[in-house]
């Protein structure tokens, strides 16, 4: 059921779901104003700071008062050619930047500003289930129709994905994908499996958009492949990066949108008539965070890393079903049926919520298919983890008293 409003709002306002974490942040807000502290795993809000050399950069362009104008909608050509040269070093990907590459308020306005280019009423998305939120309603808002598929990784997926184009009338335009992906942490291993996509997407005559929004957040020798790599790729599809999780800049609004030039244009072409562009001393600090931020970024995967072996090993002794993740900043665990007790995802992270103080997403907010699990994030630090996975402990073992963490090692 959608939000209620007391004006009367466009359609395409009343097709949307209820925002969850609204409820989630309500419960959350009326717990913190009194007294209680909330362990909160429900987003992917980074919470370390930028990395220093950027924000004195920020400070610094912000004092030069040339700086304050309108900038422009595509983003300064210093900071595409910055990304550009990225790619090159770390892909071995060559992008124009002037026609292949653009800056974003952040990847999620490009994505639905990109939908809004190239998608209206009677066009079809093809999405894996679960899904982050925005690949599902930015299409919906775009006017257009999204049929999901049950989410994956390998060959069997794209057999899913294919089977589909072939069944659906008229044929689906575009197919998206997120890996490292949000909310299941899924990954792909290497490049042959973009060079399918683009083998599949070539056949089917269907454009593809690949959120990278977890680029550089994998841990140990794993390095995530960039659809763009595949060879082919830039025919028929881009692919979105962001600043906001490597660099710990999610408030600063900053991604780019790169790959086939059509689809940069026409995002382009949309964003001329909705914005001026980012505030430029961002966009200077951005260029600097590409080029100086390298050592920010490992040491903020390491902590990722040592967290995710925290939460991953407490929901494991909780006896939850998980997979080690080797990418995002994002646990996904199968709850256990005991622990469910007969509960939908919904009302099991509302229940953690009232009665462990902890904050984590339900699967269900995912899609069809992630009932039943749910989505820690890794944002808060070492010691409120394990506070967390106590928590939850204490609170699903009622009577029982909260175990310590040596009494969770025991049991393990
Ligand atoms: C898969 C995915 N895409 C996009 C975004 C949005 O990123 P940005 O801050 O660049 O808008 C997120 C943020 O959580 C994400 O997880």
């Given amino acids: 059921m959608a939000d209620k409003w007391d004006i009367n709002v466009a359609d395409r306002l009343l097709q949307l779901p209820p925002y969850f974490f609204g409820q989630l942040n309500r419960m959350k807000d009326e717990k913190f104003s009194t007294g209680v502290d909330i362990i909160d795993l429900g987003m992917g809000n980074p919470m370390e700071p930028a990395p220093k050399v950027v924000i004195d950069k920020l400070c610094e362009a912000a004092n030069d008062l040339g700086k304050h104008r309108y900038s422009a909608p595509c983003g300064i050509l210093s900071l595409r050619r910055e990304l550009s040269q990225l790619y090159e070093r770390l892909y071995n990907v060559t992008l124009d930047p002037d026609t292949e590459v653009i800056a974003t308020i952040g990847s999620k306005e490009g994505f639905s500003h990109l939908c809004l280019a190239i998608m209206g009423p009677g066009d079809t998305a093809v999405v894996g289930d679960p899904y982050f939120p925005i690949h599902v309603h930015s299409v919906m808002l775009a006017g257009g129709n999204v049929i999901n598929v049950e989410m994956g990784n390998d060959q069997a997926f794209l057999d899913r994905v294919k089977y589909v ?21 899924m990954t792909v291993d290497g490049v042959d499996f973009f060079e399918a996509v683009v083998d599949l997407a070539k056949q089917a005559g269907i454009y593809v958009i690949h959120d990278f929004a977890y680029w550089r957040t994998c841990f140990g020798d794993y390095k995530a492949p960039s659809f763009l790599q595949a060879k082919g790729a830039k025919d028929v599809g881009v692919e979105f990066v962001t600043l906001s999780k490597p660099y710990n800049m999610a408030g600063w609004r900053i991604g780019f949108c790169v790959g086939n030039k059509e689809m940069v244009r026409a995002l382009g072409c949309i964003k001329g008539y909705y914005d001026y562009g ?21 040491q903020q995967n390491k902590l990722y890393e040592a967290r995710r072996d925290i939460v991953v090993d407490g929901v494991r002794r909780l006896g939850w079903e998980i997979d080690c993740t080797r990418g995002t900043m994002f646990v996904w665990a199968k709850v256990s049926e005991a622990h469910l007790a007969g509960q939908g995802s919904i009302d099991f992270a509302l229940r953690m919520m009232a009665e462990a103080d902890v904050s984590i997403a339900p699967g269900r907010v995912f899609g069809e298919n992630g009932e039943g699990c749910v989505r820690i994030a890794l944002v808060e630090n070492e010691q409120r983890l394990r506070q967390a996975i106590r928590n939850m402990d204490g609170a699903l073992n009622k009577g029982i008293e909260a175990p310590t963490a040596s009494k969770l090692k025991e049991k393990g």
Avoid at 165 to 185: G, Q, R
Avoid at 286 to 297: C, F, K, L, R
């Fill in 278 to 298: 980012i505030f430029e001393p961002i966009q200077i600090a951005a260029t600097v965070a590409m080029q100086e931020g390298e050592p920010d970024i490992v």
């Fill in 165 to 185: 184009i072939e069944k659906t009338s008229p044929k689906p335009k575009v197919l998206i994908l997120n890996y490292p992906h949000n909310p299941t942490a």
